[in-house]
């Protein structure tokens, strides 16, 4: 994964020092339970952008569901999507990382996950 | 819903990043209004029951009401929510943080405000032993030469953590306090104010705001936070300053503050420090100034289920003095400092910003009344506050 990903140095920890409670009897239950928030967390992300992305495009008069059905991925995107899918699939696995203070490789995979997304064209940018 | 901080040192979120912070503080408002009701519902109509069967009586206090939940299926799934919630707070803010690090910096460099520090001081291990409500770095660490980003992190997660319940600049308690005096007090009028254990100053400001003429002093231990505090204050064009100073070693002269004020400070300190910091409160106290803390709740003062229930942050959130403090007798606490047993001073307000004047004039009229909103951060919560008057000379 490329050079998006190291860009970046965190300075600031992530993560909090200590062991985390366990408020479940079955194994792995609490590392499920944080899965499943920070899928849902991910999730909303996604569908507002989508929400917003069919409001701009359409506001700009582009009829977008029958242009991204017909769109081909070149290398480069497929590989920056790569990069992209990995970094979702780390921080919804983040609970199975007991290591509180080797993290930082994931600390440095939210933050980038977070930085604002280059536009691959001209256009208006959102509001 | 999560808006940017109204003042020059915010930091600004890419789209995504808000995105999060909005899904992180959803998330709380539905655990601490939504599950919280459904818990206790769970509570009366299963755990309670089967308790008084068990033992013929109803339980004594938090702790039992505890172990009594400890096998609920909900409550587990609440705690377990709350916990990733809380941490989830900090992760949507951080990385902005540390992003925009540098401009931030120079940012406060720019308008530093009033910042008096002092690099001899110890930070406290209750501060630096524990990473404070699993906030990452507790409230000290610096990662730059004169780093503000402390105060950042604390201010923008006090942003999503409080979902706009806390006033416009997350300062209602603040202004709750500075108006309960303003009203419950009409002949006080204090001139040099000292807020303890201030943090970014969210609740320092609304005294300079509501008693103009006073001279406002803000003191903490971090100076992170204080170099933010100042800078923050600048911004806003207040001026107060703020000191790096420990509160259970004050640097001020005998008889300096008409006014020595606290807010959610007292929970975080072991309670030999709580006692100094009392000790030298009545010091700094002209005779007849007040000393009032803001705080949440005694649990003598609460039903069982509500004492369990705040005491969740004692039992999970790594705030390991939170319990111990909430189960002193406050009066008690107060006199042993010093302040004469008559003149303890207690007061529940609902908060300032969103309740018209005259009806919280009333409820200040009214006295301190105790139920299940009191210091319970959900859509009514009321705030708490302690004290007394130094005996006049």
């Known amino acids: 994964m490329s050079e998006a990903l190291t860009r970046r140095k965190p300075r600031i920890p992530l993560n909090h020092r200590g062991k985390r409670p366990r408020f479940f009897e079955a194994s792995g239950t609490d590392e499920l339970m944080s899965m499943v928030l920070e899928l849902t967390a991910e999730l909303w992300v996604v569908k507002k952008r989508l929400y917003l992305l069919e409001r701009v495009a359409g506001q700009a008069g582009v009829p977008l569901t029958p242009e991204i059905e017909a769109y081909d991925l070149n290398p480069e995107e497929v590989a920056e999507l790569d990069g992209r899918r990995r970094l979702l699939i780390a921080t919804v696995l983040r609970s199975l990382e007991v290591d509180h203070t080797g993290r930082s490789k994931m600390r440095e995979e939210m933050e980038i996950m977070g930085a604002p997304v280059q536009s691959p064209g001209p256009g208006p940018g959102p509001a | ?393």
């Open chain 2, 1 to 393: 819903m999560i808006k940017d901080l109204s003042h020059d040192l915010r930091v600004v979120p890419s789209r995504d990043e808000r995105t999060r912070q909005e899904f992180v503080a959803s998330l709380r408002l539905h655990i601490l209004a939504d599950m919280a009701a459904s818990m206790r519902a769970r509570y009366e109509q299963r755990v309670l029951p089967r308790f008084q069967q068990e033992h013929g009586r109803s339980p004594a206090d938090g702790d039992e009401v505890h172990d009594a939940m400890q096998d609920d299926r909900y409550f587990r799934f609440y705690s377990s929510i709350r916990y990733n919630a809380q941490e989830m707070v900090f992760r949507s803010v951080i990385p902005v943080v540390d992003r925009n690090l540098e401009d931030l910096n120079n940012r406060a460099r720019a308008r530093p405000g009033t910042a008096v520090l002092n690099p001899g001081l110890t930070v406290p291990k209750n501060v630096t032993n524990i990473d404070v409500h699993l906030s990452p770095g507790s409230y000290h660490s610096e990662y730059q030469s004169d780093d503000v980003s402390p105060g950042a992190i604390y201010d923008n997660s006090i942003n999503v953590f409080a979902f706009n319940q806390m006033g416009k600049d997350v300062d209602d308690i603040g202004h709750s306090f500075a108006n309960y005096v303003r009203l419950a007090f009409p002949d006080f009028r204090p001139k040099a104010i000292l807020d303890a254990g201030c943090t970014v100053g969210h609740n320092t400001l609304p005294w300079a705001h509501t008693f103009p003429n006073a001279e406002v002093t803000g003191i903490d231990v971090s100076a992170g936070l204080v170099r933010y505090a100042a800078a923050r204050a600048s911004a806003f064009g207040k001026p107060v300053r703020f000191m790096q100073m420990n509160a259970t070693q004050l640097d001020f002269p005998d008889a300096s503050f008409d006014l020595v004020f606290s807010s959610m400070f007292l929970h975080e300190l072991p309670l030999k420090d709580i006692r100094a910091f009392f000790r030298e409160a009545h010091r700094v106290l002209k005779p007849g100034g007040l000393f009032l803390n803001m705080e949440l709740p005694p649990n003598n003062k609460m039903q069982a289920y509500d004492r369990f229930y705040l005491d969740w942050d004692s039992y999970y959130n790594k705030e390991p003095w939170y319990k111990p403090f909430r189960d002193q007798d406050f009066p008690q606490l107060v006199a042993a400092a010093g302040f004469p047993a008559d003149k303890f001073v207690e007061a529940v307000v609902p908060r300032y910003t969103y309740t018209p004047e005259a009806e919280f004039a009333a409820r200040v009229a009214s006295g301190a009344q105790f139920d299940d909103r009191t210091g319970r951060l959900g859509e009514e919560i009321e705030w708490y506050a302690f004290g007394a008057w130094k005996q006049k000379s």
